[in-house]
């Protein structure tokens, strides 16, 4: 079955260390995107990327970083200079733009401090 | 930037209560997604709809573009409905969602 796969499921960091979320999708989605959700909140969106070795900041970009190497793997690193890493982070793809057709989710990583 | 209100926040109901979810927003929209949240944190994409009103099974979404209003309807509740209903925006860019806050479903048997 196509889909997307986020690992790990839960994930913890220490003071000052990067951790890397991973998103595969199987979907052959073009689009692709990273959202983080805290309690009592919308979704916002990390990055973006439309298309491969291309990608584009969101609302939230500050402490994180992108690649986009593959059309099936978007990975989003968590740097140290984000200061409250605490939440739910959830990877989606589309087809085409998000005004056309529909988002696909993964099943999230929720990322803890130490 | 679009703003987004759903309403209600929390819904307790009973088994086969009919239930409406409703979304509000502030900027003209190419699509508007509804969304399902399941209490493990996965989404599930339930409807994307410009105009009118789409059926799937026993989920009804409706949208009026000149009031910029979508409401969820689920007729005959049961309890695997519990879960949390987002309303999404998306202004036909590129650029990923704009989502509401949710509302979390409780379907009592």
């Known amino acids: 079955d196509g889909g997307i796969t986020q690992s790990p499921k839960y994930l913890f960091r220490k003071e000052g260390q990067n951790v890397t979320l991973s998103c595969e999708q199987n979907?052959?989605?073009?689009?692709m995107y990273w959202y983080r959700q805290d309690p009592g909140q919308g979704l916002r969106l990390i990055y973006y990327?439309?298309?491969?070795?291309?990608?584009q900041k969101g609302d939230i970009a500050e402490g994180y970083s992108v690649s986009r190497e593959k059309k099936e793997s978007f990975p989003l690193t968590v740097t140290s200079a984000q200061k409250n890493p605490t939440a739910f982070y959830l990877c989606?793809?589309?087809?085409?733009?998000?005004?056309?057709?529909?988002?696909?989710f993964g099943d999230g990583t929720r990322l803890s401090i130490l | 930037k679009n703003e987004v209100e759903q309403s209600p926040q929390n819904l307790t109901a009973q088994e086969g209560e009919f239930i409406t979810i409703n979304c509000s927003y502030s900027?003209?929209?190419?699509?508007l997604h509804w969304l399902q949240q399941h209490p493990g944190g996965g989404i599930v994409s339930l409807f994307m709809?410009?105009?009118g009103k789409k059926k799937h099974g026993r989920l009804i979404a409706t949208i009026n573009i000149q009031e910029k209003h979508s409401s969820l309807h689920i007729t005959a509740s049961h309890p695997r409905d519990s879960a949390v209903y987002i309303c999404?925006?998306?202004?036909?860019?590129?650029?990923?969602?704009?989502f509401g806050k949710g509302t979390h479903l409780i379907i009592q048997p």
């Open positions: 900027v003209g929209i190419s699509a």
């Open positions: 979907l052959n989605h073009d689009a």
């Open positions: 989606a793809s589309s087809s085409g733009q998000v005004g056309d057709q529909p988002q696909h």
């Open positions: 999404a925006l998306s202004g036909g860019g590129a650029d990923g969602l704009t």
């Open positions: 990327s439309q298309i491969v070795n291309d990608f």
């Open positions: 709809l410009s105009s």
